[in-house]
């Protein structure tokens, strides 16, 4: 596996601000040949390093996001009860962390009977201790290479 150097890294971000930009537009930006673009994004989903394209939805739709802070029951498999919790289609994210809580989910509903029945459910699945939610209220994304 490369180590990741700048041009990578400039790739990585202009995709993660949106994954549909066109490798040309991607040279242009960057001042680089379309064909190396091309080349390097093909070498970072090869080797794992961009594992796929995801979407960004918009305010519209979904209402109400929240954080589902998780412990599970000493000696369950972690990795497990993440693959139940990512099943949910109000799931966005799972994250493993160190210490407690072992998981963060990120939850995107449309309701708070939604948000409630997407707890619920979560706190049935096997080996799950103990849950607390924080509802989202505003959000701070990073703006990256901003069109002059």
Do not use: F, Y
């Given at each position: 596996m490369k180590i990741l150097d700048d041009v990578d890294r400039q790739i990585i971000a202009l995709l993660k601000e949106n994954a549909r930009i066109k490798n040309t537009e991607i040279a242009q930006l960057l001042g680089i040949n379309e064909a190396t673009v091309r080349n390097r994004i093909k070498r970072l989903e090869h080797e794992g390093i961009i594992l796929s394209y995801t979407v960004q939805l918009g305010e519209m739709a979904h209402q109400i996001e929240a954080y589902l802070w998780i412990e599970v029951r000493p000696g369950t498999n972690i990795p497990d009860v993440a693959k139940k919790i990512t099943i949910l289609p109000e799931v966005e994210q799972v994250s493993e962390l160190a210490g407690k809580p072992d998981l963060v989910?990120?939850?995107?509903?449309?309701?708070?009977?939604?948000?409630?029945?997407?707890?619920?459910?979560?706190?049935?699945?096997?080996?799950?201790?103990?849950?607390?939610?924080?509802?989202?209220?505003?959000?701070y994304l990073p703006k990256?290479?901003?069109?002059?």
């Open positions: 989910a990120k939850l995107s509903c449309r309701t708070t009977n939604q948000l409630n029945e997407v707890i619920d459910t979560i706190r049935n699945i096997k080996g799950i201790d103990e849950t607390k939610t924080s509802i989202i209220l505003r959000q990256r290479h901003e069109k002059e």
